[in-house]
């Protein structure tokens, strides 16, 4: 029987058993005084507990509720006993749990017909004949419940979610400039997350999902949500500039989407549209690579509901090394997506329509290259982005019976309206000999993925990448059109369209189990300069990097980017007690690229993104201090222009602090002479790339003489990027080595109880560029003839070598206070500091606490 129904039909009887007994003028009919002997005879005697709760439910409506809830795990032993009258009448049997298949609701012959439910429970009933009448109108309590139940399996209606409460401190004690307007700022909020499902029928499945974010820091009327570097004031905007601690205004959350699963024999599908739509088809065409070690220090807001062990033990103990959550391999589009999973002949295909929100080149896009002011429209995605993302693939499972055969398409095309937008068309005008132009991409691809034998795991990826050049002219008939007086004579259909040379993209991927304990896997990558697939793994952040020709620092070994071949290879065996991993990549440019260098804090990147308010951090397309609101920046190292408003936008490569998503990164050209910058000239080498890391963890709980685990856990990379090859970067003095850089972190956890744990971190982070150098404002100390000066910016250069230093040291615990219900609390103590400009140091406190409890 479904403890649904018993439950809920025992509550009925046993109430309707109170009402019985409080009306005196009932009594019972002949045919059950007839019946009562024979049930009572066959009963088992009633326990004196039970005799003192039915007696005291005669004097008041909830006392007889409360002794049908202590009654209810006694309802189906005593209908057994009923069934088998010679073991009845021994007392052990009534104990007894296996009596539950003695009334099984699904046989329709042991079903009874229905008729309507007369209980006879009056009080001038004993006991035992009370809870006799009752149990024998069960079965027809039940089979009516049972109709209401479409299937075996349904279940008609189910909600899950969680409900988080967030809050985080920062306070800088000694602050730099980029962070001035963030001394000292205290953010709380919260949100409630709810997964809905359906199910009408066998075949059909509904779901939403809805989010309610709250900000707990109250609202006030400004219009810092249009314009956030003003002052603020009393405006009609009821919206807080700076909403939470993880979106940057009025926002809803990402989980906000609808979708229907249909499934029928051989065809089951699944069609969603919303907000954020996680998917993945082919490392080439839609994936995302992220091998940076995941440490327990990290409580990810995305963490889904387990435990504070399990949490530990796939961080910590025993970590999981790849797939899942903790190495995310999908990524988000906002849009329709249909998900074949199931067609005859083992086939599944898959397609998306979306819109090119992250990498719109227009003013309506979430980067909004119209200044990135952010309003409540644009953060509720409203906004009609110009341009269109589609993608499609289909493949053949069981090939070979383990194999995967899959074709993939990816294209990002833009609207030619977009010609009208004056952000767009201007900056081509000012800054470019060519004219206003447009680049659509067109990715396809051919993949294969599966286990060649039960020990060897094969991934590989073949695409080619065709960029469609459409490049606008200006035209005499544009004075026929009224769009044209503010299109300066540029019309949507007036364009040229030009394909170039596919690019052919390859990536490989093996992972062997041929050595018991000692798991490895071999990547290698080969991507033209040329090669363009934004929502692949050649992708170099979470942000889209256009078509810059840059490097990377730790690329290859951590992410892939276009002109670079080369291998990627890792150790990663287990023994009793503790584990270690071992990384080693080497990769070449494959032709010259310009030296502009990009490199992501790992130890503190993360909280300094968090700690700053400025709009920009989000905004790749801009230094992510340049929305502060009085100017205060970061003294940034010479990238390719001097201000934040030459260039084309997408293009330009400013030095200095670019932010993302929950990471920053900084940008610097390695010039070889002040001249070189004097003339605009940016030095290209072939570039090699070289990566070394060693990451292990011992439990020593055994050195103590407890069960308990106490991980000691350790991580340490050195990586390069040179002109010339460097197998092992180990200093920054070494030849041609154009940025140095050494990590390491340390992190001890113990498991004080099975719910409570406790985590620390020790890290130092370091990076070392020899030819760096800094703008600086003309002094009256310089003569106006210097040829250090730059005529047109009024500015001076000067030499100014990266020697960072980062340091951090916290602790924090993990506590499952209740069931599905846990308190997550870190500090952290950080430090930066710039040997050549020292304005750029920093001290800073970091307090972080999350409640979370799942339903």
């Not at 963490?303 to 970590?319: A, G, L, M, W």
């Not at 363009?532 to 793994?537: A, H, K, Q, R, T």
């Not at 287990?574 to 494959?590: A, E, K, P, W």
């Not at 997550?824 to 020292?838: L, N, P």
Request: glycine share 8%; charged share 20%; net charge negative.
């Amino acid at each position: 029987m479904r403890k649904l129904p018993t439950l809920f039909t025992t509550l009925l009887c046993c109430t309707s058993l109170a009402l019985a007994q409080m009306d005196d003028e009932v009594s019972s009919t002949e045919e059950f005084e007839e019946s009562a002997p024979a049930v009572e005879e066959s009963a088992p005697a009633a326990e004196e507990s039970s005799e003192e709760s039915v007696a005291e439910a005669s004097e008041s409506e909830p006392a007889a509720d409360e002794s049908a809830v202590e009654e209810a795990p006694a309802e189906e032993p005593v209908e057994e006993a009923a069934a088998e009258p010679e073991p009845a009448a021994e007392p052990e049997p009534v104990a007894e749990e296996p009596a539950a298949p003695a009334r099984d609701l699904a046989t329709p012959a042991e079903k009874a017909p229905y008729q309507p439910l007369v209980v006879n429970a009056s009080s001038h009933l004993d006991p035992k004949t009370q809870m006799a009448n009752v149990e024998e109108g069960l079965d027809t309590l039940a089979n009516n419940m049972e109709s209401t139940i479409m299937g075996k399996d349904d279940l008609p209606m189910a909600v899950s979610g969680y409900l988080a409460f967030r809050l985080k401190n920062f306070h800088y004690s000694d602050v730099s400039p980029w962070a001035k307007n963030d001394m000292a700022r205290t953010s709380v909020d919260a949100v409630l997350n709810m997964n809905i499902v359906a199910m009408p029928n066998s075949y059909m499945t509904l779901w939403t999902n809805m989010s309610f974010p709250f900000d707990l820091s109250g609202l006030y009327g400004n219009n810092l949500a249009k314009h956030p570097t003003q002052v603020p004031g009393n405006k009609d905007e009821h919206v807080l500039y700076d909403h939470s601690t993880d979106y940057y205004s009025t926002t809803v959350n990402e989980e906000m989407n609808f979708g229907v699963d249909i499934r029928a024999g051989v065809f089951g599908a699944y069609v969603t549209a919303g907000g954020v739509i996680w998917a993945n088809a082919s490392p080439l065409t839609m994936w995302e690579r992220e091998t940076n070690p995941r440490f327990a220090w990290q409580y990810e807001l995305f963490e889904d509901e387990k435990t504070v062990s399990t949490y530990y033990k796939e961080k910590v103990f025993k970590p999981v090394k790849e797939g899942g959550r903790a190495f995310w391999t999908n990524r988000s589009f906002g849009g329709v997506f249909a998900n074949v999973y199931q067609l005859p002949f083992n086939m599944k295909a898959q397609f998306l329509v979306s819109q090119p929100a992250d990498a719109d080149i227009g003013t309506r896009d979430g980067l909004r290259m119209y200044g990135g002011q952010p309003g409540v429209l644009e953060m509720s995605g409203t906004y009609d982005f110009r341009g269109s993302i589609y993608h499609g693939r289909i493949a053949k499972e069981k090939i070979a019976d383990n194999l995967t055969l899959g074709l993939n398409y990816m294209g990002v095309i833009f609207d030619d309206d977009i010609i009208y937008e004056d952000e767009f068309r201007n900056q081509w005008i000012k800054f470019s000999d060519v004219g206003p132009t447009i680049l659509n991409t067109h990715v396809a691809s051919i993949d294969v993925k599966g286990n060649v034998t039960p020990k060897l795991y094969l991934m590989a990826d073949v695409a080619l990448s065709m960029t469609d050049s459409v490049r606008f002219y200006q035209t005499a008939d544009a004075a026929n059109y009224s769009e044209a007086n503010v299109s300066s004579g540029y019309l949507p259909d007036a364009n040229e369209s030009k394909m170039n040379t596919p690019q052919v993209g390859v990536y490989v991927k093996a992972q062997s189990k041929y050595v018991e304990g000692w798991p490895m896997t071999v990547e290698a990558i080969f991507l033209p300069k040329d090669f363009y697939s934004p929502y692949s793994l050649s992708n170099p952040s979470r942000f889209n990097s256009w078509r810059k020709d840059e490097a990377y620092l730790n690329g290859g070994s951590l992410r892939y980017t276009p002109n670079m071949a080369g291998l990627n290879f890792k150790l990663e065996p287990t023994f009793n007690r503790g584990y270690f991993d071992l990384q080693y990549g080497l990769h070449r440019q494959i032709e010259d690229g310009q030296d502009v260098i990009f490199f992501n804090y790992r130890l503190n990147g993360r909280n300094m993104w968090e700690s700053t308010n400025s709009w920009t951090k989000h905004k790749p397309l801009f230094v992510a201090d340049s929305g502060n609101a009085d100017g205060a920046a970061y003294v940034a190292r010479t990238g390719t222009m001097v201000g934040s408003d030459r260039g084309i936008k997408q293009y330009r490569q400013q030095g200095g602090l670019y932010g993302g998503t929950w990471e920053l990164w900084e940008s610097f050209v390695a010039y070889e002479s002040t001249e070189q910058i004097e003339k605009g000239e940016v030095p290209s080498h072939t570039k090699w790339s070289s990566y070394l890391s060693f990451m292990g963890g011992y439990d020593i709980g055994g050195w103590f003489g407890t069960d308990r685990t106490i991980m000691m856990t350790g991580y340490a990379a050195i990586s390069g990027l040179s002109t010339t090859i460097a197998p092992i970067a180990y200093s920054e003095s070494q030849k041609d080595m154009l940025l140095w850089s050494f990590y390491g972190h340390f992190e001890p956890s113990v498991a004080v109880t099975p719910t409570f744990h406790m985590v620390g971190v020790l890290g130092l982070e370091t990076f070392r560029a020899e030819n760096a150098y800094t703008a600086k404002e003309v002094s009256p100390n310089i003569s106006k003839t210097s040829s250090l000066i730059n005529s047109f910016t009024s500015l001076y250069y000067e030499k100014a070598p990266i020697n960072y230093l980062e340091t951090a040291i916290g602790i924090g615990f993990d506590w499952d206070f209740a069931d599905r219900a846990g308190l997550h609390v870190r500090y952290k103590w950080m430090t930066h500091s710039d040997e050549a400009i020292s304005v750029n140091d920093w001290h800073s406190h970091y307090i972080s606490a999350e409640a979370k409890a799942w339903f």
